[in-house]
């Protein structure tokens, strides 16, 4: 039996709603336990110092600035405050 392939896959955003977009979006920025826990801190607090977040978690301070850049670049900026 012969499979044919697409040498492509669905992999364009414009194949998708804005809803899955934007959750999928997310999943990517909340992939790693790491930014969990971030994010979990930031919901408890009114600010984002980095230097406060390495004080409540197990991380150093190059590890969850890195992690806030990505937070930052994959979440933050899509949304309007």
Known sequence: MQYKYKT???TKTDHFTD???ELAVL????GHPARIAIMEYLL????CICGDI????PLSQ???SQHLKELK????????Y
């Open 44 to 47: 408890k607090v009114d600010t």
């Open 19 to 21: 809803n899955q977009n």
């Open 54 to 57: 390495v004080n409540e978690l």
């Open 27 to 30: 999943a990517k920025a909340l």
């Open 73 to 80: 670049k994959r979440w933050f900026n899509k949304r309007k």
């Open 8 to 10: 492509m896959g669905i």
């Open 62 to 64: 190059p590890t969850v």
